[in-house]
């Protein structure tokens, strides 16, 4: 089965998730996905932003010339709903001038400490708007909230990425344990941050929604002059892509984590939507696809730009913070995090 982009705007081109097993082929100038001998489903290409593929897909290489004749990615999830790796066609935008840059400032150490601790703040400041939203309806937030903004005033003092990230990882935790609180629901209990296999529901959600998170962010940064290769807070090492990673950091809460409990809170998510894998717990095929839906209409969703003074998508969000990473790299304006002003 396939769903595609139902909550995007008009003209607006879809992404489409395949659940099914089956073969992606060309047929002249478009695609078609079969799923057997009888039955098929044509993919219109112009239509298409990108392909999350989230069950067994055959492709060869005329699909895949097409695919980067259209400058569409690819990304596979396996049967877990873990992300594999992406078809990243060669870059159309690509800049030497901007690798350039982006290379010095991750080889000089307080430029890439920079970075690093403003990817730190950014997600840790919209962790705390989501406590602080709870807080509001009386889920009594406050240690959780304090913790956390003293965690961000000691993040200052670090001057090693190490160190930073170590700060992260507490950050991460204590927000995390606040979810208890939020949901108030014995069958979606955190317990602590587990991860392939996720131990628990809660766990096997926030590992599939940040693992589509890395791939939309992927996806944004393919339409810019920016390369993914390069990160500042994850390192820049043998992995193919670092900077989606780390710019995800700043929407993980503010779109994957708002999907979460509103899944869980509204009762979308249950537990039939689960089954037991690889020795924990994942989504079976009706979570995700549920989830998914949740994930639409939050990418979908627009907020009024308090700078750009006009509504602008979830989705588009992540495209403006790119390129407010290069103007930062060019020495145009030093780069400041997306923090939820709502």
């Not at 593929?53 to 990615?73: R, S």
């Not at 993914?228 to 950091?249: S, W």
């Amino acid at each position: 089965m396939l769903i595609s982009n139902f909550a995007g705007a008009k003209g607006m081109k879809e992404t489409i998730y395949i659940f099914s097993s089956g073969k992606l082929k060309r047929r002249d100038n478009s695609l078609v996905f079969e799923m057997g001998e009888e039955e098929k489903r044509f993919l219109p290409i112009e239509n298409i932003k990108e392909i999350i593929a989230l069950g067994e897909v055959d492709i060869n290489t005329k699909a895949l010339n097409l695919l980067a004749q259209k400058e569409i990615i690819l990304h596979y999830f396996n049967y877990y709903g873990y992300y594999t790796g992406s078809f990243y066609p060669r870059e159309h935008y690509n800049s030497g001038y901007m690798i350039l840059k982006q290379a010095e400032h991750y080889l000089n150490e307080s430029d890439r400490l920079f970075l690093a601790k403003k990817f730190i703040e950014g997600a840790a400041k919209n962790s705390l708007k989501n406590l602080k939203y709870y807080n509001r309806r009386g889920k009594n937030l406050d240690s959780f909230i304090n913790e956390i903004e003293r965690l961000l005033t000691e993040l200052t003092d670090y001057e090693d990425v190490q160190q930073a990230m170590a700060i992260e990882g507490q950050i991460k935790q204590t927000y995390y344990q606040a979810f208890d609180y939020i949901l108030s629901n014995e069958e979606f209990g955190f317990e602590k941050r587990s991860k392939r296999p996720p131990e628990n529901k809660l766990n096997a959600l926030i590992s599939f929604a940040n693992s589509l998170i890395y791939t939309y962010c992927l996806s944004e940064i393919y339409q810019t002059h920016l390369d993914p290769r390069i990160g500042y807070l994850h390192t820049t090492n043998f992995r193919r892509f670092t900077l989606n990673l780390d710019v995800a950091e700043i929407f993980k809460p503010v779109i994957g984590d708002r999907a979460i409990l509103s899944a869980i809170n509204k009762k979308i998510i249950r537990e039939k939507d689960f089954e037991s894998g690889l020795g924990g717990i994942i989504l079976n095929e009706s979570g995700k696809k549920k989830f998914l839906e949740l994930m639409e209409e939050r990418l979908a969703q627009t907020i009024k730009h308090s700078k750009l003074k006009r509504k602008v998508s979830y989705r588009r969000l992540i495209r403006i913070e790119l390129y407010k990473l290069e103007k930062h790299f060019i020495g145009e304006e030093e780069y400041e995090p997306f923090v939820m002003d709502w």
